[in-house]
């Protein structure tokens, strides 16, 4: 179907300019298409949809408490409507393949993937995967580099967070959590630990492997939780194009120094802070140090992350908004999406942002559908506009 956007105030380098924008056969263009709907944006915002990079918010779904499971794929359909709902249109579900059994193991990882490549021609949003590798995750990662070839090629990143267990960092306090998780007691998780520390001989060579890999397969690579700058150029060196979650602030900088992107978490944003000690993200924004905001582990945080740092009439929401938008689809190396310009996907968000302390998301178009709307038909401001001829008789 194609579209005619009228009366919204469409997002620009420049900033919003009211103006029309037309949508015909899934892709923004110049010139208003034949037999367009029309869609009534007045007194809303039209902005690019939203590209999470980074987002596991799909694991409360699968487990909301606990030892508690429900259906996989019934998880993803529920995740697939809160992300539309919140404005995102395109979405890499952070996958963590780790050693620990239950809800990050490698058979849980098996079954959520299998789920999202069968769905996802059936979902709203444009569902990818994002590959997390706990690096001591040796016996697995034959399993994870077969992953890589698939289509579309998903994002892999390197993490590790048994290091930080073992030895007493920003980690160890999660440890009843984490054994929690795997439906382990707190001592065989300990006992588990251990085992998988013995092996920490291997762990380097492996990460190699993967990176190369990962370069010769064309997958984006990133390095998640850089505890150093010494750490960022070690994996800047295996092709790590991005510093995810970058524990430092002199780690932020070494990255951004040398024009390489910074990743955080919206919540961190909208909560006004980590929950967990990490950078203070919009400090970091301020700062020229953050260049991508991602869900984490809420969805609704990219949109409204956005408005609490700047707001529609302010000079800097073209890049506060390209946080979300344009910068996430250059890291994915998605330059088809991330800005309404002509020729590019029709990925994009309608907003009412009457109350910019809660935004909300009026309609959601990917690829030139609209797979979520709440407001314009009942306020009629979406109508189907025919040309005499095609009028039923």
């Known amino acids: 179907m194609n ?3 009228q009366g ?4 620009t380098e420049r900033g919003l300019e009211t103006a029309d924008l037309s949508v015909t056969g899934g892709a923004l263009s110049e010139l208003r298409a034949a037999h367009a709907s029309t869609i009534d944006a007045d007194g809303l915002l039209v902005l690019p949809g939203i590209v999470d990079i980074h987002g596991d918010g799909f694991e409360r779904q699968i487990m909301p ?14 995740t697939d ?16 393949v780790s050693w620990e059994p239950g809800l990050r ?38 399993q994870v580099v077969r992953w890589l070839s698939l289509s579309p090629r998903p994002i ?41 520390w013995s092996r920490r001989a ?15 397969n064309g997958n984006v690579l990133l390095a998640h939780d850089e505890a150093s700058p010494e750490e960022r150029m070690y994996f800047r060196a295996l092709g790590a194009k991005a510093s995810e979650f970058p524990l430092t602030l002199e780690t932020a900088k070494a990255a951004r120094q040398m024009g390489e992107d910074v990743i955080l978490g919206a919540p961190n944003v909208v909560r006004g802070g980590s929950h967990n000690g990490a950078l203070n993200a919009t400090e970091a924004v301020r700062a020229g140090l953050c260049t991508v905001l991602t ?76 797979v979520y709307s709440s407001g314009l038909s009942r306020t009629d401001r979406w109508s189907a506009q025919r040309s005499p001829v095609d009028k039923v008789s």
């Open 65 to 78: 408490r606990p030892g508690v499971r429900f259906d996989t794929a019934l998880a993803l359909k529920d």
């Open 105 to 142: 193991s490698l058979d849980a990882a098996k079954q959520l993937i299998g789920a999202v490549c069968e769905l996802r021609d059936s979902l709203g949003c444009d569902t990818r995967l994002h590959l997390r590798w706990e690096t001591f995750a040796l016996d697995q990662m034959a």
């Open 81 to 96: 409507r809160q992300l539309v709902a919140n404005g995102v249109t395109t979405a890499f579900h952070g996958v963590t």
């Open 295 to 370: 869900s984490d582990y809420h969805y609704p945080s990219p949109l409204h992350a956005a408005f609490r740092l700047s707001s529609p009439d302010a000079g800097d929401f073209p890049s506060i908004w390209n946080l979300a938008s344009a910068n996430p689809a250059r890291v994915a190396g998605l330059d088809d999406r991330g800005s309404l310009v002509a020729g590019r996907r029709a990925d994009l968000i309608l907003v009412d942002a009457g109350d910019p302390e809660h935004p909300r998301v009026v309609a959601t178009m990917v690829h030139g559908q609209i």
């Open 156 to 196: 892999i990143a390197v993490n590790d967070h048994t290091t930080g267990s073992v030895l007493n960092g920003t980690i160890a306090r999660k440890i009843g959590q984490m054994a929690e998780r795997s439906g382990l007691s707190r001592e065989q998780y300990m006992t588990l630990l251990g085992q998988i």
């Open 202 to 216: 291997e762990v380097e060579i492996a990460i190699g492997k993967l990176a190369a890999t990962a370069r010769a």
């Open 3 to 5: 579209w005619h956007i």
């Open 8 to 11: 919204g105030r469409i997002l």
